[in-house]
């Protein structure tokens, strides 16, 4: 999809520029819109309170799509034969029953991070191997991950919600400074550290190199396959991650985790729009997932029933990937 | 030069080949016999006769809707939408009275909607098909709730299930399960349209070449949209059944089968010599996942450790496959 836009001459690429920040610009707007509609409409909405709560409960769903959008830096945008992570919500599920059993039995919680963290890896691992050893397309490598990954999880959970309360946990739920909750302030310390080191060190870079331009990436001599692999790993890490939050949320492990994956999908590609080449950056993916989360917010303050969300999610897919697609179409 | 090299790659070619071909059949067989060595109860016509009517049937259609879709070059993550809505217009007019000719009809027309749906986005205003049929699939979600009432699941009582209904579901044929007569025309005929039609000979192409089946002036865009009207089609068929079987209609119950449908397609690749989509690989794919779901179960493994061992039985498959692909790329 995106070698088009790099085949495009010089005026070419101008146009295109013009036509990404009507995009970009029309995206921010219509961010922006939202909100104020929102806080015309539901007074409470702008309040202080509203505002960092919403911020605060859309970390587990960002911090997972951070996930997803570095496979797809990595893999490519092509969403069937490029980089896709399937099993991210599959394996919060399982890092959180981790969890939660580990402090059930009694373990303190360095030892449950440890083990959780320690299994995000693995079934990154898992990803990374079928990707890049065997090379089975990532839709596919991840999708068959996510079922063992999904199995292990009811094996643990036998399908129940294990609670788990720790003193860590609660401290992770709690309000922070400057009366922002805590979880809020997390998802903004992973979110500047990512796009830093995604879009500003040598490695991210390279890193986008790997995801844009394989053959020239290949050709310049860096170890693509590991940087592939590194990006299924990561993923995993950020599902562990996901899965700490959400066991403090939640207050224990949760059986309808797999439900959150098609969200973090559509908040991955969604993000592209917030960019300034249309590419999937890691700020992007931050800002449509607030987007989704003040969405969904606005709805419930203005008692306009949640049976829309998801409708109104899938139109906005459609309508920012068609305004794309249109765009890129006029280039070429 | 090349004619020279070439018998000698060929032959060498032949074993890899023969690995990636067979991987399938071969996976399906050994798993067969091992359910047959471990448990008396396997193979037993009246086990096998639930195997292919509980666990094949439903998931072996949406996987040829899917097989469709795949195809052409595409994918369809919407055909669990197209089931549902199918379902929902079926019930919904069984319980308002309606007779069963016309509840099918309406059926069969609600799973085209979400069908006519994606060709819009998909050819009209070129969304690649992953993103189009994902936001089918969360419109789809919505409209159900909306007009469910949040997704409350419509019950038939059993006076007002038709007998036909009865019939599609749990009736017979000359012995033989209503079930798997539909299941069998349904998998004749898109074997044949997808292999022996010039319809399936243009979307094979389309799905291996686009650009040059473009070039070719082939009608890539009425394809493609008759691609997705018939996948929308066949899995509307799915619900219709799965409506028949269990007398209701529960909202977004088809999203069950996406992900097996997937994996049953992909899989079934691996029996195509050059790893193309084909209906019969999809349904020796469907058929390996529905006998390893029964068997586990027959030799006691509770319902969570069949869920870990179908897994880690379709990553196995797929590693032997990519595997066998690489080996012989390389050879």
Same mark, same amino acid.
């Given at each position: 999809m995106s070698t088009v836009i790099e085949q495009a001459g010089g005026e070419r690429a101008d146009l295109r520029r013009l036509g990404a920040l009507a995009l970009r610009a029309g995206s921010l707007l219509a961010f922006v819109a939202v909100l104020v509609f929102f806080s015309a409409t539901a007074p409470f909405f702008l309040s202080f309170f509203n505002f960092t709560n919403v911020i605060a409960q859309s970390a587990i769903l960002a911090i997972l799509a951070f996930g997803m959008t570095v496979v797809i830096i990595g893999g490519g945008g092509n969403v069937v034969t490029g980089g896709i992570d399937l099993s991210v919500a599959a394996n919060l599920g399982l890092c959180a029953a981790v969890y939660a059993a580990l402090i059930q039995a009694g373990q303190g919680d360095a030892t449950a991070i440890l083990t959780t963290m320690a299994t995000g890896l693995a079934v990154g691992a898992a990803n990374a191997f079928a990707v890049v050893a065997v090379g089975i397309l990532p839709l596919l490598a991840t999708l068959a991950v996510m079922n063992v990954a999904a199995g292990l999880e009811l094996v643990l959970t036998e399908n129940t919600v294990l609670s788990a309360s720790t003193p860590f946990l609660m401290a992770i739920n709690n309000v922070g400074p400057f009366g922002v909750p805590n979880l809020a302030w997390i998802l903004l310390v992973v979110a500047v550290v990512l796009i830093l080191l995604v879009q500003f *060190?040598?490695?991210?870079?390279?890193?986008? =190199?790997?995801?844009?331009?394989?053959? =020239?990436?290949? =050709? =310049?001599? +860096?170890?693509?396959?590991?940087?592939?692999?590194? $990006?299924?790993?990561?993923?995993?890490? !950020?599902?562990?991650?996901?899965?700490? %939050?959400?066991?403090?949320?939640?207050?224990?492990?949760? *059986?309808?985790? &797999?439900?959150? %994956?098609?969200?973090?999908?559509?908040? &991955?590609?969604?993000?592209?729009?917030?960019?300034?080449?249309?590419?999937? $950056?890691?700020?992007? *993916?931050?800002?449509?997932? +607030? !987007?989704?989360?003040?969405?969904?917010?606005?709805?419930?303050?203005?008692?306009?029933?949640?049976?829309?969300?998801?409708?109104?999610?899938?139109a906005l897919i459609l309508l920012v990937v068609a305004a794309t697609s249109v765009l890129r179409r006029k280039e070429s | 030069m090349a004619q020279a090299t070439l018998p000698t790659a060929q032959h060498r070619r032949r074993l890899p080949d023969l690995v990636f071909q067979m991987g399938l059949p071969l996976a399906l067989l050994l798993v067969v016999l091992f359910f047959a060595w471990s448990s008396p109860a396997f193979l037993v016509p009246s086990n096998l006769e639930s195997v292919l009517v509980n666990n094949f049937t439903l998931l072996a259609i949406v996987s040829i809707a899917m097989t469709l879709a795949v195809a052409s070059g595409g994918i369809d993550l919407s055909v669990g939408t197209a089931l549902d809505f199918a379902s929902l217009l079926f019930v919904s007019l069984i319980a308002a009275g309606q007779p069963f000719g016309i509840a099918l009809l309406a059926g069969l027309l609600g799973g085209l909607a979400a069908g006519l749906f994606n060709a819009f986005l998909i050819v009209a205003l070129g969304i690649t098909p992953f993103l189009a049929t994902l936001g089918t699939l969360f419109i789809g979600r919505s409209v159900q709730q909306l007009t469910t009432g949040g997704g409350i699941p419509i019950y038939l009582s059993k006076a007002k299930v038709p007998e036909a209904a009865t019939f599609l579901a749990h009736g017979d044929i000359l012995g033989i399960a209503t079930p798997l007569w539909v299941v069998a025309s349904l998998i004749i005929l898109f074997t044949v349209l997808l292999r022996a039609t010039p319809f399936g000979r243009r979307v094979t192409a389309i799905g291996v070449q686009p650009a040059v089946a473009w070039y070719s002036g082939l009608p890539v865009r009425r394809d493609l949209v008759l691609v997705y009207l018939l996948s929308a089609l066949v899995a509307a068929v799915a619900g219709l059944m799965l409506s028949a079987t269990v007398n209701a209609y529960v909202p977004s119950s088809g999203n069950a089968f996406l992900l097996n449908a997937i994996g049953a397609t992909f899989i079934g690749t691996t029996l195509d010599r050059r790893g193309r989509p084909n209906v019969p690989g999809t349904v020796l794919g469907v058929l390996l996942l529905a006998v390893v779901a029964n068997g586990l179960l027959l030799i006691g493994w509770n319902f969570y450790w069949q869920q870990v061992g179908t897994g880690v039985l379709i990553f196995l498959v797929l590693v032997a496959s990519f595997a066998s692909r690489r080996w012989r790329k390389a050879a």
């Open positions: *060190t040598p490695v991210g870079l390279r890193l986008q =190199a790997v995801g844009e331009h394989r053959e =020239a990436a290949r =050709a =310049a001599g +860096l170890p693509v396959a590991r940087y592939v692999a590194a $990006t299924y790993l990561v993923s995993g890490l !950020f599902a562990a991650l996901g899965a700490i %939050l959400s066991v403090a949320y939640l207050s224990g492990s949760s *059986t309808g985790s &797999a439900e959150l %994956l098609l969200g973090v999908v559509v908040t &991955a590609l969604l993000g592209v729009v917030f960019s300034r080449r249309l590419v999937p $950056t890691i700020g992007g *993916t931050l800002l449509a997932a +607030l !987007f989704i989360g003040f969405l969904g917010n606005g709805f419930q303050l203005l008692n306009i029933s949640s049976y829309w969300v998801s409708g109104v999610q899938g | -």
